[in-house]
């Protein structure tokens, strides 16, 4: 079976070529290499290397050499055609056996990134050449250096007719391969037609740095205001818009080394801010990002920027790509946003201020949790109201059951909780600084025995008032119930290192992402333990009044005893499992 390069350009696009071959054998990361042991010949020192931003593999021992399917077929011992297919398997892309007509257009492909590259050859002459004097004052005036016109192979299609067409027929390139390269339009009845004319022609490659389409930018005066001022190739069998992300090939590198790739709206801006020293910039070609977009993506970096314009236009871009984002996010895997002034695009944006300002508008990008409250859910309720908080909340568990990853839908269900929570920012300071005040102020009902315990420190009671910290810190909304609260301040907090946790829970007592145990089981492991101290605490105040029972001179003495034991068997009453001897002080 023969396979179309557009699809073994896709597979070999799709993975990593150390996440194929890390499935099979153990790799070492190595700087921006990983390295192993050959597995196809005897070694005790690792001379296999891995490198992803060049998407080989290459073993300095015995020679072994190639990409992604190459490796699968030389480790599984199959052929080509079962090692595209098994890829194709993990990929999720079905393979068809080819029809014989299919078979023939497999064959033509092969030809198509030819009669691209000789077009892009042509509209690179067209620019330098006397017909393309006005494509030339254009782009002088959009600031681009001799250079970068040619690091991205920028051309001119001269508002000819035919001109490329009959170029291409010169060079033996048949009028249907040109229109299955989406170069020329074929009408069912009239004369063929360039595809692109008067048009400043930005090439599109894959990611092995292929032509695979163009996009073109009107440049001609007076031209018809009904002409689209930017215009892509139509898909063909090499081409499909919502899989391509131009620039891919040479910002792959760059991104990879700085864990940072920002996508941009259009060629220009790519182009522009590469120019200004921005190397990681790439563009979606005029659609909306999709899912295929945000795997290649992540490919490079772990949050990619989406770098928008401040209009109305860019606002909806932002919340359509938080949208398809949502189902497909992972630990660590994200997206951030930056936003320009209104007016401004990243062209504009670093002529006028410099790459430095650029810079800093991509370092203080917001996440996508911070957008998806403030953008899309907050806006859509009166917040000042219990009616609007319930709606927003009911909105937020929604958005967050999107998500389809289970550690990460908890982390933004805790995070939307945490931002509802702000909305009572003064309430919940207030209650800060009223557990600081009651923590510091904690004192046990009887001056004996706090007498007794500052003279005899008790290690088991002190095991327990920290256990009983750790429970909160676990869980610092815990704080929040008002029972826990007022136990939490009559616990008395004497050592260094337990007062060190007390300040630290305090501070952590609005951060709902802090927690690391389900509210229910840190409820129920708070009142055991509270219990145990509660029982360990009296049963010292009760062991000291026995002791002094022969002191007592007025009834008000014998009441309170009797109070206290009265006390001792209600918590003992209190406590869910049997008392144990380390309760006892």
């Not at 398809?324 to 990243?346: F, V």
């Not at 005040?437 to 009902?445: C, F, G, L, P």
């Amino acid at each position: 079976m023969k396979f179309s390069p557009a699809l073994l350009d896709r597979l070999n696009s799709h993975f990593l070529v150390s996440e194929v071959i890390g499935k099979r054998m153990p790799l070492k990361k190595n700087g921006r290499e990983y390295n192993g042991l050959c597995p196809f010949h005897g070694e005790k020192t690792p001379s296999f290397s891995v490198n992803d931003e060049k998407g080989f593999f290459h073993c300095f021992g015995c020679g072994a050499h190639g990409n992604a399917i190459d490796f699968v077929k030389l480790f599984d011992h199959i052929s080509f055609p079962e090692a595209v297919q098994s890829l194709a398997r993990e990929a999720g892309i079905t393979i068809e056996k080819p029809t014989p007509a299919q078979q023939q257009k497999i064959e033509e492909q092969k030809t198509l990134y030819d009669v691209l590259e000789a077009a892009t050859i042509w509209f690179e002459k067209q620019l330098v050449a006397p017909v393309g004097m006005m494509a030339k004052d254009y782009v002088a005036a959009r600031g681009l250096r001799a250079e970068t016109i040619q690091k991205f192979r920028i051309g001119f299609a001269p508002d000819d007719r035919d001109g490329l067409h009959k170029y291409l027929l010169q060079q033996g390139f048949s009028q249907k391969l040109q229109a299955d390269a989406g170069l020329i339009v074929r009408p069912e009845t009239g004369v063929v037609y360039d595809k692109f004319r008067a048009r400043v022609m930005f090439p599109i490659r894959n990611s092995a740095g292929k032509v695979v389409a163009f996009g073109g930018r009107l440049i001609a005066q007076n031209a018809n205001k009904n002409l689209p001022k930017y215009l892509n190739s139509p898909e063909t069998a090499l081409f499909k818009k919502g899989e391509m992300i131009y620039n891919l090939d040479l910002a792959k590198a760059p991104a990879r080394a700085d864990n940072m790739v920002v996508v941009m709206e259009g060629y220009m801006d790519v182009v522009m801010t590469a120019q200004a020293g921005v190397s990681y910039g790439v563009a979606t070609l005029g659609t909306a990002v999709t899912p295929e977009h945000l795997r290649l993506l992540w490919q490079l970096a772990k949050e990619p920027v989406l770098c928008l314009d401040g209009d109305a236009a860019g606002k909806r871009a932002m919340l359509r790509a938080a949208e398809i984002a949502l189902p497909l996010l992972k630990p660590s895997y994200s997206l951030r946003y930056a936003i320009l002034p209104k007016g401004e695009d990243p062209d504009s944006y670093i002529q006028k201020n410099g790459k430095a300002s650029f810079d800093k508008i991509l370092h203080s990008a917001r996440r996508l949790s911070q957008v998806l409250w403030e953008d899309m859910l907050a806006p859509e309720f009166n917040l000042d109201l219990a009616e609007g908080r319930a709606g927003v909340d009911a909105a937020s568990k929604k958005l967050a059951e999107k998500i389809t990853d289970p550690t990460v839908r908890q982390h933004y269900q805790n995070h939307f909780r945490k931002m509802l929570w702000a909305l009572d920012a003064p309430k919940n300071s207030a209650k800060k600084s009223k557990l600081k005040i009651v923590a510091n102020q904690a004192k046990t009902t009887s001056p004996e025995v706090e007498q007794r315990i500052s003279q005899h420190h008790s290690a088991d009671l002190e095991k327990l008032v920290e256990k009983l910290l750790n429970v909160l810190q676990n869980c610092p909304s815990l704080l929040h119930k008002s029972h826990i609260e007022e136990a939490f301040s009559r616990l008395p907090i004497r050592s260094a290192h337990l007062t060190m946790q007390r300040d630290a829970l305090i501070s952590l007592s609005d951060d709902c992402a802090a927690e690391k145990l389900p509210e229910i089981e840190a409820t129920s492991l708070w009142n055991e333990t509270f219990a145990a101290y509660e029982v360990a605490h009296l049963e010292l105040e009760y062991a000291e009044m026995i002791r002094n029972m022969g002191a007592f001179d007025s009834e008000a003495d014998f009441s309170r005893f009797l109070e206290l034991q009265k006390s001792l068997n209600q918590a003992r009453a209190r406590r869910t499992f049997a008392p144990a001897e380390s309760d006892a002080v």
